[in-house]
């Protein structure tokens, strides 16, 4: 059974302190790793990293995947309040189940002014 | 990005009553349609994986006859809760999956009380 597994579960900063949320995974025929940021309603894409493309950056957030280690991270810099969210991580596993997303538990950020 | 949405985004009904849950991709064709399902504070569990011209398939633990999904073209999708009890009171999620670059998008959630 694939198993994505996310740390720290929740975590609380001040603005303008920089943040690292893990996730780790094993899945069978692992295709891509995704990032999604949630608020109120559903979630919003952040992240795709696949094998051809481990490191994506995108204003103050960033993220890596190491497959040797079935991991990766997201960072956030300078962060501030508007990141205060869940920040979900899946993993897209191929053969049958192809696009099927597993997701982590998620980390609660909160970001206090 | 791309652009999903759900309809109603909220909705109360009745004890043993159904709830129809309309899912569209706007701006891309969709092959794949994913249905989840989220509780308060909790990660999203998936329900079913819908295909455009084919049945769904539902994963464990779901019961196919009360979480009816048909997914009758590469834009639409739609969740049928029949026969609503208390207990599927939920924040109900679709994603779809672009054709073209395998990325899923999701919907805005539907929240359903069922009283």
């Known amino acids: 059974e694939d198993k994505v597994v996310q740390s720290p579960l929740s975590l609380v900063v001040h603005e303008g302190d920089t943040v690292t949320l893990n996730c780790s995974y094993e899945?069978?025929?692992?295709?891509?790793l995704l990032w999604y940021k949630q608020e109120k309603k559903a979630p919003t894409f952040l992240f795709m990293l696949t094998s051809s493309g481990i490191e994506k950056k995108s204003g103050r957030l960033s993220s890596i995947l190491d497959k040797k280690e079935l991991s990766s991270i997201l960072n956030i810099t300078a962060t501030q309040t508007g990141d205060s969210a869940i920040y979900l991580c899946?993993?897209?596993?191929?053969?049958?189940?192809?696009?099927?997303?597993?997701f982590g538990q998620g980390t609660i950020l909160t970001v206090h002014p | 990005g791309a652009v999903v949405s759900q309809h109603p985004s909220r909705v109360i009904c009745k004890s043993g009553t159904s709830v129809k849950i309309e899912c569209r991709s706007l701006?891309?064709?969709?092959?794949?349609m994913f249905w989840y399902r989220q509780f308060p504070k909790k990660s999203l569990m998936l329900m079913a994986t819908?295909?455009?011209?084919?049945?769904?398939?539902?994963e464990q633990g779901v019961e196919k006859d009360k979480f009816l999904i048909n997914h009758a073209s590469l834009t639409l999708s739609t969740l049928t809760v029949t026969s609503a009890h208390p207990e599927d009171s939920s924040f109900y999620i679709c994603?779809?999956?672009?054709?073209?670059?395998?990325?899923?998008?999701f919907g805005p959630g539907t929240r359903l009380t069922v009283t």
């Open positions: 994603s779809a999956r672009d054709r073209g670059f395998g990325e899923q998008y």
């Open positions: 819908s295909n455009e011209g084919s049945k769904a398939t539902y």
């Open positions: 899945v069978t025929n692992f295709r891509s």
């Open positions: 701006d891309f064709q969709a092959t794949t």
């Open positions: 899946a993993v897209n596993a191929g053969g049958t189940s192809y696009g099927k997303l597993t």
